[in-house]
């Protein structure tokens, strides 16, 4: 009997141990999940996550349109030849840098020739006129002859002077040897973009044997869409970035806007503008050359405020641009407004204040954790 007692006893102290753990378990606040996108300085190191803060601008651009760099109208310079005839030699070939006065080909024509003979014949008849001059003159004087015998000398002595002038000029304008021949010279310094003539070939006044293309300007054809076309006025500044410079600084080229054209393009729905910028050293990567498409941001002339950040602070999420804000430790993905991206950064004019810290890098690691 009393071992059955005390046997009670022990079952009813087990049942009411585990009842209180049980209670005190469901007392007991659980742990609440982290938000998407905290991380501490530990897991930023490990996924390689950086951040800089979004910088204050007096100006941000008014927008990013493509464009492509051509060379303006007076760039081009056609090397032609005053007198058919044939090339001896020629000395350049496409592509190649010529200083001006070089000599770009040696032509032979029958033409110098035969202005060389006949400006020696109207010097031997401009001698004879004046010998007769001088006489007639000296004999009207004495009144051995009437005095418009006189005159008449002196009437043929300047058409002989005439002739004589006239025949120097073409003998200057052929700029040829005793033999014929010519040498055709780069009229400016520059590159030599078409060569159309080939030794022994045929060479004409009609067609250029050479175009020389002067590398020290160009121009931009802008495309700009619909809802820039009542912004951009002619003087407006732009910026071509044409790629990486040295030391892995992005290299920016400015210049303005010339022109706009005064009608849309139905089939593009853009409106042309041309722009010019300078000149950038061929020894640097990415240098201007023509026929080079690239990205121009436009300026303005309006002193709207926003920020700057790195370019690589900026992604894409379906249609909108984001950047990601350091907020403590957590990271939100939050929509700007991009106006423009020049030398490396982009401007915000929308979403973004002066001194928030936005990720530069590991960016898809963190649209990964954000995304729901």
């Known amino acids: 009997m009393a071992r059955r007692i005390i046997l009670s006893l022990a079952l009813c102290s087990a049942f009411a141990l585990a009842a209180g753990c049980s209670d005190q378990a469901a007392e007991e606040p659980q742990e609440k999940a982290a938000p998407a996108g905290t ?19 007096d100006q941000v651009p008014l927008g990013t349109v493509p464009g492509q760099v051509t060379l303006p109208p007076e760039a081009r310079v056609a090397v032609t030849s005053n007198f058919p005839g044939a ?46 001059a001088r006489r007639l003159a000296q004999l009207a004087k004495e009144g051995v002859i009437a005095e418009a015998r006189s ?7 300047r058409q002989a002077r005439a ?5 120097q000029r073409l003998a200057s304008l052929a700029g040829a040897g005793a033999d014929g021949t010519m040498t055709l010279r780069a009229p400016i310094s520059g590159r030599v973009a078409h060569v159309a003539v080939e030794t022994g070939g045929p060479v004409d006044g009609m067609t250029a044997p050479f175009v020389i ?13 619909e809802r820039l ?10 910026e071509v970035e044409l790629g990486t410079g040295e030391y892995g600084k992005p290299l ?32 640097i990567q990415g240098g201007l050359v023509a026929g080079k498409n690239v990205m121009v941001v436009i300026a303005g002339q309006s002193a709207q405020p926003g920020v700057a950040v790195p370019s690589a602070a900026v992604t894409r999420v379906g249609a909108d641009d984001m950047v990601f804000v350091r907020s403590g430790n957590r990271f939100v993905s939050r929509k700007v407004t991009v106006s423009g991206q020049a030398a490396g950064r982009a401007y915000i004019s929308a979403g973004l204040k002066a001194g928030e810290a936005v990720a530069v890098s590991g960016i898809a690691e963190l649209k990964a954790m954000t995304a729901e």
């Open 229 to 238: 076309a009542q912004s951009v006025r002619p003087g407006m500044t732009v």
């Open 163 to 167: 002739s004589v002038s006239e025949q």
């Open 151 to 157: 005159e008449e000398a002196q009437a043929a002595l």
């Open 87 to 132: 090339a001896v030699r020629v000395y350049v070939i496409e592509g190649q840098e010529v200083k001006r006065g070089q000599p770009l080909a040696l032509v032979r024509a029958a033409e110098p020739l035969q202005i060389r003979g006949e400006l020696a014949r109207t010097q031997a008849e401009l001698d004879l006129a004046e010998a007769r």
């Open 252 to 283: 920016v080229v400015g210049g303005k806007i010339l022109s706009v054209a005064p009608s849309l393009d139905p089939m593009t729905r853009s409106i042309m503008a041309k722009a010019s910028i300078g000149a950038a050293p061929n020894s």
């Open 213 to 225: 293309e002067n590398a020290s300007a160009y121009s931009v054809d802008l495309q700009l869409p």
């Open 39 to 57: 991380l501490d300085a530990e897991q930023m190191k490990r996924l390689g996550i950086t951040t800089a803060p979004a910088q204050a601008v």
